[in-house]
Protein backbone atom coordinates (compact mmCIF):
# COMPACT_ATOMS: atom_id res chain seq x y z
CA UNK A 1 0.00 0.00 0.00
CA UNK A 2 1.33 3.34 -0.92
CA UNK A 3 1.69 5.97 1.87
CA UNK A 4 0.79 9.42 0.19
CA UNK A 5 0.74 11.54 3.86
CA UNK A 6 3.55 13.03 4.72
CA UNK A 7 5.93 10.76 5.59
CA UNK A 8 9.54 12.37 4.51
CA UNK A 9 11.97 13.69 7.88
CA UNK A 10 13.52 16.45 6.99
CA UNK A 11 12.15 17.05 4.06
CA UNK A 12 13.49 20.25 3.49
CA UNK A 13 17.01 19.05 3.62
CA UNK A 14 15.98 15.97 0.79
CA UNK A 15 14.91 18.81 -1.11
CA UNK A 16 17.88 20.99 -0.88
CA UNK A 17 20.26 17.67 -1.33
CA UNK A 18 18.23 16.34 -4.50
CA UNK A 19 18.69 19.85 -6.01
CA UNK A 20 22.22 20.07 -5.78
CA UNK A 21 22.44 16.56 -6.94
CA UNK A 22 21.59 18.00 -10.56
CA UNK A 23 24.05 21.19 -10.40
CA UNK A 24 26.19 21.23 -12.76
CA UNK A 25 24.10 18.58 -15.04
CA UNK A 26 22.74 19.24 -18.15
CA UNK A 27 19.01 18.36 -18.92
CA UNK A 28 19.63 15.21 -20.20
CA UNK A 29 22.61 13.96 -17.54
CA UNK A 30 19.52 15.03 -14.75
CA UNK A 31 17.06 13.08 -16.73
CA UNK A 32 19.22 10.31 -16.64
CA UNK A 33 19.37 10.84 -12.72
CA UNK A 34 16.15 11.39 -11.97
CA UNK A 35 15.42 7.69 -13.87
CA UNK A 36 18.13 6.01 -11.82
CA UNK A 37 16.76 7.46 -8.42
CA UNK A 38 13.45 6.19 -9.68
CA UNK A 39 14.99 2.68 -10.77
CA UNK A 40 16.64 2.61 -7.58
CA UNK A 41 14.09 3.57 -5.20
CA UNK A 42 11.44 1.01 -6.99
CA UNK A 43 13.76 -1.44 -6.37
CA UNK A 44 13.84 -0.75 -2.95
CA UNK A 45 9.99 -0.88 -2.68
CA UNK A 46 9.83 -3.85 -4.79
CA UNK A 47 6.07 -4.19 -4.41
CA UNK A 48 4.44 -4.44 -7.62
CA UNK A 49 0.86 -2.94 -6.78
CA UNK A 50 2.76 -0.18 -4.49
CA UNK A 51 4.60 0.81 -7.52
CA UNK A 52 1.51 0.71 -10.02
CA UNK A 53 -0.30 2.88 -7.44
CA UNK A 54 2.63 5.31 -7.34
CA UNK A 55 3.09 5.77 -10.95
CA UNK A 56 -0.91 5.84 -11.47
CA UNK A 57 -0.42 8.82 -8.92
CA UNK A 58 2.33 10.63 -10.45
CA UNK A 59 0.66 10.31 -13.93
CA UNK A 60 -2.52 11.65 -12.06
CA UNK A 61 -4.82 8.89 -13.49
CA UNK A 62 -5.81 7.21 -10.09
CA UNK A 63 -8.30 9.74 -8.98
CA UNK A 64 -11.97 10.75 -10.96
CA UNK A 65 -11.61 14.10 -12.23
CA UNK A 66 -14.04 14.79 -10.04
CA UNK A 67 -12.21 13.73 -7.00
CA UNK A 68 -9.27 15.66 -8.22
CA UNK A 69 -9.72 18.90 -6.23
CA UNK A 70 -9.83 17.22 -2.76
CA UNK A 71 -6.97 14.92 -3.19
CA UNK A 72 -3.59 16.29 -2.54
CA UNK A 73 -1.12 16.75 -4.83
CA UNK A 74 2.20 16.22 -5.20
CA UNK A 75 3.96 19.17 -7.69
CA UNK A 76 7.13 18.17 -9.54
CA UNK A 77 9.54 20.86 -9.53
CA UNK A 78 11.93 21.87 -12.66
CA UNK A 79 15.45 22.00 -11.08
CA UNK A 80 16.77 24.80 -11.56
CA UNK A 81 19.34 23.94 -14.08
CA UNK A 82 16.74 23.74 -16.61
CA UNK A 83 15.63 26.83 -16.27
CA UNK A 84 18.86 28.75 -16.43
CA UNK A 85 20.02 30.82 -19.66
Same mark, same amino acid.
Given at each position: ????????? *??????? =??? =? %? +? $? @?? #???? #??????? !????? *?? +?? @?? $? =??????? $? !? *?? @? #? %???? %?DRR #??????????? +? %?? =? *?
Open positions: MLNTQPNLQ *ACDDFYE =ALI =A %A +H $Q @GL #STPE #SHAMNAR !LVLLL *AN +HI @GD $Q =ATLQHAL $Q !L *AR @G #S %AVPT %A #STPAITPVVPT +H %AV =A *A
